[in-house]
């Protein structure tokens, strides 16, 4: 079992950044794939980015790149994302999640482990 608590949302205005924590514990965590996804009021949780289990690969969708960035401190059993220039479109629940699978994951599905989310306002 594994058990994921995110932190670091807020509101913040168009432009601003936040910096999104995931503490992990329960199992490994330089075992696990990680991924940060994000659910919009009325729509689907979709793929924000994800991170190998030792931080070297990473994949991002194509909405955040070179705006948003994902790492982690295997240290610290916590996993991070760093939003910059945000947007209005970007508001939303974030989930951290984690899996025991392959080097990457985009898919929802395959992530077994969820944390509760933390929200993020983009307004003025």
């Known amino acids: 079992q594994v058990r994921l608590v995110e932190s670091g949302g807020g509101l913040v205005q168009p432009g601003g950044s936040l910096r999104l924590s995931c503490a992990a514990s329960?199992?490994?965590?330089?075992?696990?794939?990680m991924g940060w996804f994000r659910q919009a009021p009325g729509k689907e949780r979709e793929f924000a980015a994800t991170?190998?289990?030792?931080?070297?690969?990473?994949d991002y969708v194509d909405s955040v790149k070179g705006r948003f960035t994902i790492s982690r401190d295997n240290a610290k059993n916590t996993v991070y994302l760093q939003t910059n220039s945000l947007k209005p479109e970007d508001t939303g629940v974030y989930y951290c999640?984690?899996?025991?699978?392959?080097?990457?994951?985009?898919?929802?599905?395959?992530?077994?482990?969820w944390g509760q989310g933390t929200q993020v306002t983009v307004s003025s």
């Open positions: 999640a984690a899996a025991e699978g392959p080097l990457l994951i985009r898919t929802k599905n395959e992530y077994r482990y």
């Open positions: 329960g199992r490994t965590f330089s075992r696990l794939t």
């Open positions: 991170i190998s289990r030792g931080g070297t690969y990473t």
